[in-house]
Structures are given as structure tokens and as C-alpha cells.
């Protein structure tokens, strides 16, 4: 296995001291294995801080491209994970939170919605970094792309934390009950939260 497959495959696998020791022998920290990913990518991917801090040190670029088809960034990676540790650490590094790679993702976005409850540590810490709350991802907010998801919780936790409310959300819940009327429960309970915020009909 060449230096670089044998960089990348300990990333991934978490593996602190080996990713040090071939760094230390002259691996290339950016160079891309055979299969077209980075150290930085699988680590931020993983959820490997110890290994991310060691590659960014060695002068890793927070903002490289990154996933399988090099269509996202490695914050939007950790984002959409909820590694809430790798996000502060590559904020710290200079990532910016805005629409990024190749798909123009934003992070926020992704924090919020990839899973059913989100990840509000990561939602949380974004925003704190100046990530915009109401700032659009392919014409939605973080909080219309909550209600088209009928996700409850993650509604008000982004209400609570001073997301704009909007007719387009409450379009969103509405046209998301009717595709899924196995979730009607949990749309009715985003149509509530959002009349009661002062949207109306």
C-alpha cells in the first residue's frame, strides 16, 4: 500500500500516532488515496478530532473538497453527522459556514435536517460562528426545510433561537403532509408551531 492509501486508511480509521509517524516520514497531507478521498475527508467524515487536529497542524486545508465524489466540504461532512467537535475544530481552522462545495450545501442545512431530530449541539455551535439562521439552501431556509421534514423539534428549536417564521414553511409542512400522510401527526403538530409564531394562513 503506497504512503498515501496508508495515510488515508488510518484516518478513517481514527488512528492518531500512524497518521503522525507517515506525516513525520513525508506523506503528503492533502494528496488524495487511489480511491479519490483525503485524510481530512474521512476523518471529518468519522468524527476523528485527535486526527483532524494532527492533519491541520501538518497544514491541511479545512476547505477542501470532500466526499465521495468530491461534492461537499469536510465541514459539511461533520455538519451533517452532528461531529459537533470536528465542526469547532475546522471553524477554528478558518472553514467558512456559508453554501459550499460543489452542491453549494450550507452546513446549518445540514446540521438541522440529515437526521429526524437534527443535531442541535451542531446547529448551536454553527450559529455561535456565525452561521445565518435564515440564510437560504436552494431557496429554503434551515427552518423551511425543518417544516418541508415535519421535523418538530428541530422547528422549535430554530424558533427558539430566532428563526424568521414564514408563509413558505407553513406551504412546506402543508405540501410534506400530503406526501407522507403517514406523518400527518408530526406536520399538524410544525403547521401549530408555526400559526402560533404569527404565521398565517
Not at 465542526?87 to 472553514?95: Q, S
Not at 412546506?172 to 400559526?195: F, I
Request: aromatic share 2%.
Amino acid at each position: 500500500m503506497e504512503m498515501t492509501d496508508q495515510l488515508v486508511c488510518a484516518a478513517g480509521n481514527g488512528d492518531v500516532s500512524v497518521v503522525a509517524q507517515l506525516l513525520g516520514e513525508g506523506a503528503e497531507v492533502d494528496a488524495p488515496s487511489s480511491d479519490g478521498r483525503t485524510a481530512l475527508d474521512l476523518a471529518a467524515h468519522a468524527g476523528h478530532t485527535g486526527v483532524l487536529r494532527v492533519l491541520l497542524a501538518a497544514g491541511a486545508d479545512p476547505q477542501q473538497d470532500a466526499g465521495e465524489y468530491g461534492e461537499s466540504t469536510p465541514l459539511n461532512l461533520a455538519a451533517m453527522h452532528g461531529h459537533t467537535a470536528v465542526v469547532r475544530t475546522l471553524l477554528e481552522a478558518g472553514a467558512t459556514t456559508g453554501a459550499q462545495g460543489r452542491l453549494r450545501h450550507t452546513p446549518l442545512v445540514l446540521a438541522a435536517t440529515a437526521t429526524a431530530q437534527g443535531h442541535p449541539q451542531t446547529v448551536d455551535l454553527l450559529l455561535h460562528h456565525g452561521a445565518d439562521i435564515n440564510g437560504a439552501m436552494k431557496d429554503k431556509t434551515p427552518l423551511e426545510w425543518a417544516a418541508a421534514f415535519g421535523q418538530v423539534r428541530m422547528l422549535h428549536h430554530l424558533l427558539a433561537l430566532g428563526a424568521t417564521p414564514t408563509a413558505k414553511a407553513l406551504s412546506a409542512a402543508r405540501a410534506g403532509a400530503k406526501r407522507s400522510p403517514r406523518a400527518a401527526a408530526e406536520y399538524a403538530l410544525v403547521v401549530d408551531a408555526l400559526h402560533a409564531a404569527g404565521v398565517e394562513d
